[in-house]
């Protein structure tokens, strides 16, 4: 059913005629009871319509009450204070403190200002990689807000083979780990940050170097391991593709294990075979496998293989670096 709604304007009732005075406030006490036995005095009642009609006039003309210090104010009450600017109450069991003026801060904040601060954290993203200047400058200020910080390591180097027959590669590194945490800023922050780098590849017959640790704040997602070297004929039982990053070397709310490099298999020939796949970073937000051992790919799909390890290589190819480490922030 649709409701015609009937503007108060200056219709207050009680307001005027020829005895506008002919109210009476009931002590306190009477007004917590409510009316008992008795008929009321007709004075009790129009002061209880005033009261009523004047402030659904004044809420209709202004739009917000006015601050009033014996109020108690819960979090996210909004009021028109003396400077005529309107202020959101910060908490709860908020009493006596006059936003007026941009005053009592750590209790109010400008209305306008939290509803820009709003708009921009519902829509925030930040993808902070190796090349990002957050990263040069080692930290990054966010306004206050909520977030979820992803936190992924970087991926292992890929090994190497020694043997003259380049039909046997290096096995692939791991990928990086991963964290997640949700935080809150009540203030604007600067957190600090590393993104580890991928590991060096080998172009001899070594182990691929581990990958670097990724951190911010107080999270911390370590690289994967390097992939192994293959040096001989034994290749599908004797080495093994780099570890992925271990969780519990991890900090955050949320850890994941970045997974294994792939081993190496042995091909035909010199021309054909498949070699190692570099492991998958850990958690939703990694990177996926990195490239095979005769191709240099490590960007197929969707996104950057973040924290994805290097493939393996060969006699006459150097083992792939891992990819650099990341970190996604989102607002919610």
């Known amino acids: ?23 009476t406030e009931p002590d306190s006490a009477d007004i917590i009871a409510g009316w008992g036995e008795g008929k009321p005095e007709r004075q009790y009642f129009n002061w ?26 819960e979090q996210f009450g909004i009021v028109r204070a003396d400077d ?8 709860d069991d908020n009493v006596g403190n006059d936003p007026s003026g941009g005053e009592n801060t750590d209790y109010w904040e400008n209305f306008g200002d939290w509803l820009g601060r709003l708009r921009t954290n519902t829509a925030y993203l930040k993808v902070i990689d190796s090349d990002s ?9 966010l306004p206050a807000g909520t977030y979820d910080i992803h936190c992924i390591g970087a991926g292992g180097g890929g090994g190497n083979s020694l043997t003259t027959d380049d039909r ?4 692939a590194g791991g990928g990086g780990a991963a964290a997640m945490s949700r935080i809150t800023l009540s203030a604007e922050t600067t957190l600090s940050l590393s993104i580890g780098g991928g590991g060096a590849g080998c172009d001899d017959d070594t182990t691929g170097a581990t990958g670097g640790t990724t951190t911010i704040g107080t999270m911390i997602a370590v690289g994967g391991e390097g992939g192994e070297a293959n040096s001989d004929a034994a290749v599908n039982n004797s080495t093994h593709g780099g570890a ?5 070397s991890c900090s955050g709310d949320i850890v994941w294990s970045g997974s294994a490099g792939t081993l190496a ?11 190692a796949y570099g492991g998958a970073a850990g958690g939703p937000m990694g990177g996926g496998l990195g ?33 650099d480490g990341v970190i996604f922030i989102i607002g919610v």
């Open 1 to 23: 059913m649709s409701i015609t709604r009937e503007v108060i304007g200056t219709k207050i009732w009680g307001s005027g005629g020829s005895d506008p005075g002919d109210r």
């Open 133 to 141: 200047d957050e990263a040069t400058a080692g930290e990054v200020t």
């Open 265 to 275: 298999y042995a091909r035909i020939n010199a021309d054909s075979g498949v070699g």
């Open 48 to 73: 209880l319509d005033f009261v009523q009609h004047n402030n659904l006039a004044f809420f209709e003309q202004a739009g917000f009450f006015e601050y009033e210090d014996t109020v108690t104010y």
């Open 244 to 248: 992925g990053g271990a969780a519990t």
């Open 168 to 171: 046997y590669d290096g096995h």
């Open 291 to 323: 490239g095979t051992g005769n191709t240099t790919d490590v960007t197929a799909g969707n996104m950057p293989q973040y924290g994805a390890g290097g493939r393996g290589g060969n006699a006459t190819e150097t083992g792939q670096d891992g990819a």
């Open 84 to 91: 005529g600017v309107l202020y959101i109450s910060s908490s």
